[in-house]
């Protein structure tokens, strides 16, 4: 039986379509017979296997990418995972993230099922991450997906794609490329938990009052006062934790982030904002 010749223009050709590493390609090439498809096909098996025996393993690393289309009336944040801070500052690793999120803008998919089969390369998107765990050799995984949609929405990457943001206005305006960045770097520091007290889960409510009452209790108020006291406790809890209500960082005149938002106009608000970080 001819021994196939693997010509270095062949591995060069497999690790430019592919990524995969020089040796990577060459065994694959090998095993492949060189022909190129079953080269590919060799990878994209050993991507799936290598995904099967990392399957436990936690991606608490990766890349946060948020974007907005060109009319700015859609947003999307995409967090790719990764096992490894080295891998995550990996400016391939950061393309291939970058590349994932503008495919997925264009398809705009509902949910992260949906966009894992959105076509990308001449295969899906989870495809794609799977041939990746074989290339990289850690998990690689679509860690994370969110999605607006309104009349006009700002996105923020926050610490070296560590964290992204999408604000979500019930305008446009085009004063908001500055202040909807700023409200975005708001929400990234401050980590707001809804837009304003209307937005809270009420469960979230119920263990704050349960909270207050029993902080109130500890300090020897009488019980008939403590639900009162706990209510306003619950106030102090919004102007913390909410966008609106939250005082605007920026400012020296301890402006709240609503009064922040209407000195470009007086009708204008957050509508909705999501908040993707690693970990």
Known sequence: MATIKITAADVKKLRDMTGAGMMDCKKALVEANGELEGAIEYLRKKGQK???KRADRVATEGVVIALTSEDNSKGIIVRIGCETDFVAKNEDFV???KSIAETTLAAFPATKEALLAVAFDGQTIGEKL???TGVIGEKIELA????LEAEQVVSYIHMGHKAGVIVAFN???DGLAAVGRNVAMQIAAMGPVAVDKDGVDPTIVQKEIEIGMEQARNEGKPEAMLERIAQGKLGKFYKENTLLNQEYVKSDSKET???YIQTLDKELTVTAFKHVKLG
Not at 144 to 147: F, M, N
């Open 130 to 132: 799977i041939e990746k």
């Open 257 to 259: 982030v609503l009064k």
């Open 171 to 173: 305008k446009a305006n």
């Open 144 to 147: 994370a997906y969110e999605v």
């Open 50 to 52: 290598m995904t099967e």
């Open 95 to 97: 393309a291939f993230a």
